[in-house]
C-alpha cells in the first residue's frame, strides 16, 4: 500500500488540480502540498528500509490483465529506493526554483508536473515489465506538453524530436518485453530474476531492452536529442530531465540490463564501457566549446552520464556503486546547475556566456550559492560528485586501467568547462545591469539552499545512501560473477 | 420460432429503423423529433440486452446463422458503435438542418448489416449482409445533399463499394463453382485451383471495405466529403463489418489452405500499416488525415487474423473495440466544433482549443495518445496484445513493421494533439457544444481510460469470441 501511495498521490493530485478553478494561488497550493506529502512518505520509506534488505520491501501484487499474465506489482530495493527519494525530492525543488518562471497556463503546467512524478515513481517502482513500460511510456505526454508547450523558441521541434527518440528505442524494448514473456511465460521481475535465460536468447534481448535504455540514458552516438530537449524546456523540465529522465534509462540497464541479461551483459561491456568514456570525453569537448550556458549544461550531463553507464559496465562492486550515487549526483547538480540558468535567464533575458560577467558583484549570495554547485558538478572533494565519480574511477581501474585513465581526463575536462563558466559568469569586469540583476527570491533561495545541503550531505557522509544501496548491489553483482563463469 | 429468436437482436434493431422511418412523418415540432433518437436508441439497447441475456451457441435456419461467442462479441461492438454513432450525429444534424428520419434509419440497418455478418455462416448470407451494410453506407454519405462534396463522396463510396461487392461475388461464384456448396462449414476439406482463386477474391472484396491497402484509395476522399458524424461512423462500422466477416470466413472455410491465406493477409496487414501512417503525415486535413488512420489501424487489426491464432482472434477483437472509441470520439471532438457554420476539420481549426474547452482538448489528447498506443490507453493494450499475438504466431518481422509506424504515427497524432493546447485559436472557429455528442464523447474517452487501466475483465469476456478457432 505504501508505494501504490506513493504513486497514486501525485497523479490524484494532478486530477484535483485539473479539476480546481483557475485560480493561481490555489493551485500552486495544492501542488506544493502534494509534492511535499510525495516526498515525507518516500523520506519515511528511506528511512525505514532495513540496510541489510538484499531484495524487494513492500511488495505488492494484483492481477491486472490476467489473460496476458500482466500485473500490477510494485516493490522497493536498495537500487530504486535512492531514486525514488531523488525524484521526491527534485520535484518540490523544482517548482520552488522556478515559481515565477511559469506564468501561463499554470494548471496545466502544474497538472503535467504532478503527473510526470507519478510516472516516474511508477518507472522505478514497477515489478511488472508490462507496468514498468506503461510508465516508461506514460512519462512521454507530459515531457512532450513541457518542452512543447512552455519550451523556448524552437520547442515544436525539439518536443517532437524528444518524442520520437525516446519512443523509437522503447517500441524495440516493447518487442523484446512480449519475447521474453513467450520464452519464460511471465513478466514477473522478481520471477525473472531468478529464471536463467539461454545465452543465446539474452544477446538479441539485451540489445532491444538496451536500445531503448541507451537511448534515455542517453548513450554517446544516440545522445543527439538530448541538447535539443534540455536546452528547449523550461527550466523545471530541464531539471526534471535531466535529473530523473535521463536515470530512468540508467535504472533500466542496472535493473534490467544486467539483471535479467547478465551473460549477454558481459558480452556487450567492453563495448558499452567504451562507448561510455567516448561519451564522457566527447560530451566534456563539445561543453567546451558552448557560448550558450545552458547547453554547456546539457552538454555536460552527456559527459557525466559517461560515468554512470561505464560505472554500470566494469562489474566491479565499487563501479556500480558509484554509477548508482553518480545517478543521484548529476540529478542534484545537473538539476541545479539548470536552475541556476533559469535564475540568471529571468533577469538577463539571455544564456550567452558573453553576456554576464560580475554577477558575483550585484548578487553575491547567489554567487556562493551557486559555486556550490558548480563544484559539485565538477566533482570537488567535499561535495556529492566527488564520491560518485570517485567510486566509479575505483571500480574502472581494477576492471580495466586505460578506460580508467580517459575517464579520469572527463573528470579534469568537467573542471576546467565548469570552472571557466562560473569565472566568466560570476566574476570578471561588471558587464550585467544591476538593476535588472535583482535579488534572489525566497523561493529560489530555499530550493538552492535545499539542493545544497543535501549536496553536502552526500559529499560529507553518504554512508546512509551507501549503506542502503549495498546489499542489493552486493546481491546483483554476485549474480552477474556467477554468470560470467557460466561464459567461461 | 426458435429460428427466429437467434436473430432478435438484429430484429429488434430493424424493427426500430422502420419505427423511426415512419414516425418521421407526423412528427413535426423540435420536442417532438426528439422521440427519433429516443427510438433508435431504444432499439439498439433492446438489442443489446437480447444479446447479452442469451449465452447458448447455437445454429438456425438451417446452419446460415450461427450465435456463438464471435456472434455475441460482434453484436456487442456493433450496438455499442450505433449507440454512439446515434448521439454523435444528432446535434450535427440538428445544427445543419439535416435531420431526417431517415439518417437514423439508415444508420441502424447497417448496424443490422453488421451484426448479420458476424452471424453468418453461409456465404450467401454474408454477401446480403455485406451489401445491407454497405448500401445505407453510400446514402449517409451522400447526406449532405445540397453540398457537392457530400454527393461526390456518396457516388465515389457507390461506385467502388459496387466493384468490391461484384468482386466478392464473383469469388462466390468460383468457390460454388469448386465445392458446390456456399456453406462455410462444408468448404473447410475443400481445395483446388477454382477455390483458391475465389477465396482470393472473396479476401479482396472485404479488403475493399476495410479499407486495406491497395484497396483503400477509396477512404480519404469519402471521408472528407462526408458528413462529420456520418464519416466517423461509417470509419467505425464498415470495418467491424469486415472484420467479422473475415474471422467467420478464415478459420471456417480456409483451414485447408492456411499456408496461402497467412502469408497473404501477413503482407496485406503490412502495406496497409506502412501506407496508410505515411499517407496520414502529409495530410493537413482532419478528416483526411482520420481516414489514413482509419487505414492503417486496418493494417493493426489484420495483424490479429494474420497470427490465425484464438490470441490473434482475441487481439484483433480487442483492438476493434479500442479503434471504434478512440475514432468515434476523435471524430466526435470535432463534430463538437464549427467554422463559421462549416465543418471545423483543419489542424488548424483545433488551435486554441485548451482554452476554450479544456476537457474537450484532453480528451482529443487522449484519443490521440490512445491512436498512436500509448499507455495508459485502450490502444496501448490492444497493441501490446496484437504484437503479442504476431510474435507468439512467429511473425516477427510483422510485429516489427507495427511497432516501427507506430513511431511513425506519433508525428501526425501529436502534431493535432499539440495544435489543440499550442495555436492560437482561428478566427471563426467555436465549440457549438451540444448535450448528446458531449456525452458520446465523454462516455468514448471513458472507455479509452478503462480500457488500459483495467484491461483485464473486457479482454476475458473478449475471449469467448475465440471459440470459432478450431
Sequence with gaps: MMLSALVLLPILGSVVVMLLPRREELLRAVASITFLLTLALAAWLFWAFPPEERGFRWVERVPWIP?????????????????????????????????????????????????????????????????????????????????????????????????????????????????????????????????????????????????????????????TWLPDAHVEAPTAGSVILAGLLLKMGAYGLLRYGLGLFPQAAREAASLLSLLAVVGILYGGAVAFAQQDIKKLVAYSSISHLGFVVLGTFVFTLQGMHGALLQMVNHGLSTGGLFLLVGVLYERAHTRQMDAFGGVAKVMPTFAALSLFIVFSSAALPGTNGFVGEFLVLLGTFRADVRLAALAAGGVILSAVYLLWMAQRVYFGPRRVDPDRFTPLTWKEATALVALILVILWIGLYPKPLLERSEAALSLLSARLHAAGEVVR | MNDLRTLLPEILVATAATAVLFADLPLRTPVQRRLLLW?????????????????????????????????????????????????????????????RGEYYALLLFSAVGAQLLAASRNL???????????????????????????????????????????????????????????????LGGEDGLLLRLGAGLLLVGLAYKAAVVPFHAWAPDVYEGSPMPAAAYMSVIAKVGAIAALARLIPLALPGLVDLWRPFVAVLSAMTMVVGNLGALWQRNLKRMLAYSSIAHAGYLLMGLAAGTATGLVASAYYLAAYALMQLGAFGVLVLLERMGLEADEVQDLGGLGDRSPALAAAFVLFMASLVGIPPTAGFVGKFYLFTAALEAGLGWLALVGVATSVVSVAYYLRAAYAAYADEGRPGVRVVGGWWAGAGVAVAALGVLLGGVVGGPVIRWVHIAAGVIP
Design chain 2, 124 to 186: 450467401l448470407l454474408t454477401f446480403l449482409a455485406l451489401e445491407l451494410l454497405s448500401v445505407p453506407l453510400y446514402v449517409l454519405a451522400a447526406f449532405a445533399r445540397h453540398h457537392r462534396s457530400s454527393q461526390e463522396a456518396g457516388l465515389k463510396y457507390f461506385l467502388l463499394g459496387s466493384f468490391a461487392s461484384g468482386v466478392f461475388l464473383y469469388g462466390m461464384a468460383l468457390v460454388y463453382g469448386q465445392a458446390g456448396t456456399l456453406d462455410l462449414a462444408r
Design chain 1, 67 to 223: 489473460a496476458l499474465g500482466a500485473s500490477y506489482q510494485l516493490g522497493v530495493d536498495g537500487i530504486s529506493l535512492l531514486l525514488v527519494l531523488l525524484t521526491a525530492f527534485l520535484f518540490p525543488v523544482a517548482l520552488l526554483g522556478t515559481w515565477d518562471a511559469v506564468r501561463q497556463r499554470v494548471k496545466e503546467y502544474l497538472s503535467l508536473l504532478l503527473l510526470l512524478e507519478g510516472a516516474i515513481l511508477g518507472t522505478f517502482l514497477a515489478l511488472d515489465l508490462v507496468l514498468f513500460y506503461v510508465f516508461w511510456e506514460a512519462v512521454l505526454i507530459p515531457m512532450y506538453f513541457l518542452i512543447g508547450l512552455w519550451g523556448g523558441e524552437r520547442r515544436r521541434y525539439a518536443a517532437v524530436k524528444f518524442f520520437l527518440f525516446t519512443m523509437a528505442g522503447s517500441v524495440l524494448m516493447l518487442l523484446g518485453i512480449i519475447v521474453l514473456y513467450l520464452r519464460t511465460g511471465t513478466f514477473d521481475v522478481l520471477r525473472l530474476l531468478q529464471t536463467p535465460l539461454p545465452p543465446q536468447d539474452q544477446r538479441w534481448l539485451f540489445w532491444a531492452f538496451t536500445a531503448a535504455f541507451a537511448i534515455k540514458v542517453p548513450l554517446f552516438p544516440l545522445h
Design chain 2, 39 to 99: 427510438l433508435s436508441l431504444g432499439g439498439v439497447f433492446l438489442a443489446l440486452w437480447a444479446t447479452l441475456s442469451e449465452a447458448a451457441s447455437t445454429a438456425a435456419f438451417d446452419g446460415m446463422i450461427i450465435r456463438d461467442g464471435l456472434t455475441r462479441v460482434f453484436r456487442v461492438l456493433v450496438l455499442g458503435v450505433a449507440a454512439v454513432g446515434l448521439v454523435l450525429s444528432r446535434d450535427y444534424l440538428v445544427r445543419t438542418g439535416l435531420e
